[in-house]
């Protein structure tokens, strides 16, 4: 089955630890995304990436880190600098093209007790 | 800033009436525009995406675009139970990521 896969689905952190969020699709995709949402809120950019070992920030970049060494990988590092971290966080992969249709993986629930 | 606005509802139809979702968008660059669903819990998915002025019917879902107007509406027909989520409206121009709006909650009413 082609898609993009989050794990894990529910994440639970300490105050102060580093944690890494995984996002992989087998679809070909160029692109890859990563957005953060709160309850009753809409999607925010954290970061994206349009070719492998290429990244730019998004929206709100401060507190987290990525890496793009494969063209399917594409994981999310919440760093002890964010200061509210706890969120639902979305991976999403487009194609290209002119419609670009971006699809999302099944997200990642972080709480930090 | 580019920016992508909706009414955040909650907007309550009955069973079988039509549905009609609006958003409007602030850069005038936009070229496709973009309408998911989203259940409470889970991940948005694609309804449906419209780059040319005028309507786009798939099965019980229409959308319309207005570039002029800057405005993109999304309807649905004989709403269901099931239809009730948050409908989210993105644009983007060029390739520049997805501007979501902050979404639409549906309720349709037995």
């Known amino acids: 089955d082609g898609g993009i896969t989050q794990s894990p689905k529910y994440l639970f952190r300490k105050e102060g630890q580093n944690v890494t969020l995984s996002c992989e699709q087998n679809?070909?995709?160029?692109?890859m995304y990563w957005y953060r949402q709160d309850p009753g809120q809409g999607l925010r950019l954290i970061y994206y990436?349009?070719?492998?070992?290429?990244?730019q920030k998004g929206d709100i970049a401060e507190g987290y880190s990525v890496s793009r060494e494969k063209k399917e990988s594409f994981p999310l590092t919440v760093t002890s600098a964010q200061k509210n971290p706890t969120a639902f966080y979305l991976c999403a992969s487009t194609w290209g093209g002119l419609s670009n249709e971006q699809f999302f993986g099944p997200g990642t629930r972080l709480t930090v007790l | 800033q580019k920016e992508v606005e909706q009414n955040s509802g909650p907007l309550s139809v009955p069973e079988g009436a039509i549905a009609s979702l609006n958003c409007t968008y602030s850069d005038r660059g936009s070229q496709s525009f973009f309408w998911y669903r989203q259940y409470s819990g889970k991940s948005p998915e694609l309804i449906m995406f419209i780059y040319s002025n005028g309507d786009k019917e798939d099965g019980r879902f229409t959308a319309q675009l207005n570039k002029a107007s800057q405005y993109v509406s999304l309807l649905i027909r004989d709403s269901q139970p099931s239809d009730s989520a948050t409908y989210l409206c993105a644009a983007r121009s060029g390739n520049t990521p997805l501007v979501f709006g902050k979404g639409t909650r549906l309720s349709v009413i037995a």
């Open positions: 679809l070909n995709h160029d692109a």
């Open positions: 990436s349009q070719i492998v070992n290429d990244f």
